[in-house]
């Protein structure tokens, strides 16, 4: 019988956008060479935007100068996708796998993030679905609650999604969210009235959602790596 593959999930709390970088590219480093298992990170970021690695300046709305006003910084990737925004208040998954041992494409892949999405905000009873054709991320009829944009590198992922629990959505007034013209932006906050968690928690729930879509059905065992240690973490 086959052994259970291990998946480590680590809660990193609010993290520089550059620091995070670095940390998800020795990750990647690590788990293209087998030093390291499957990970995923939990984190969340004060108010970024990113640029995909297409560098469409031109979705930035307001000058680079006066980004600090806003108390905001900018930064460029190497993931696919638009121009979004990062900040408090958004769950933030990095996926760190190899799709080749789980046995998926890029496609799968993403799909599986969507999915996820939709699934966790079902939780709260809000409905929500895939993009249409143009479309990337999650949606609530016209409006997106889910950005997705990810780095495939030797069958490694980096980067991952971010799914508005309750930031500020005056920060989207700044850009073309994800390069799609004419469509609103909204929270989890916005579309239910049902009463949400502390924000870390819902982080978690809405991980838990990834980790059953990859793990649960594949044999993996998980962990979660947290300042108090690591811990067994049973997905529901």
């Given at each position: 019988m086959r052994s259970p593959r291990t998946l480590e999930v680590w809660k990193l709390g609010t993290v520089n956008y550059l620091k995070s970088l670095k940390v998800e590219d020795k990750l990647v480093s690590d788990r293209k060479a087998n030093r390291i298992p499957d990970t995923l990170l939990s984190l969340q970021h004060p108010p970024s935007y990113t640029?995909?690695?297409?560098?469409?300046?031109?979705?930035?709305?307001?000058?680079?100068?006066?980004?600090?006003?806003?108390?905001?910084?900018?930064?460029?990737?190497?993931?696919?996708?638009?121009?979004?925004?990062?900040?408090?208040?958004q769950a933030i998954l990095y996926p760190i796998i190899s799709l080749r041992s789980i046995g998926i494409g890029a496609r799968n892949y993403v799909e599986t993030l969507e999915r996820s999405?939709?699934?966790?905000?079902?939780?709260?009873?809000?409905?929500?679905?895939?993009?249409?054709?143009?479309?990337?991320?999650?949606?609530?009829?016209?409006?997106?609650?889910g950005a997705i944009g990810v780095r495939i590198s030797s069958g490694i992922t980096s980067h991952g999604l971010a799914f508005n629990i309750d930031p500020d959505l005056k920060y989207f007034e700044h850009i073309v969210p994800c390069g799609i013209a004419d469509k609103e932006v909204t929270s989890l906050r916005r579309e239910t009235d049902t009463m949400l968690l502390h924000s870390e928690e819902m982080m978690m729930l809405c991980g838990r959602k990834i980790l059953h879509s990859f793990w649960t059905t594949r044999r993996r065992s998980i962990k979660t790596n947290s300042p108090s240690g690591l811990t067994r973490f049973n997905p529901v």
């Open positions: 640029l995909g690695k297409r560098r469409t300046d031109h979705n930035l709305l307001i000058p680079e100068a006066d980004l600090k006003g806003l108390g905001a910084e900018l930064h460029y990737t190497q993931r696919g996708g638009d121009i979004t925004f990062h900040g408090p208040h999405m939709i699934e966790f905000a079902s939780v709260y009873r809000v409905k929500a679905r895939a993009g249409h054709k143009g479309e990337t991320g999650v949606w609530v009829g016209d409006r997106k609650i």
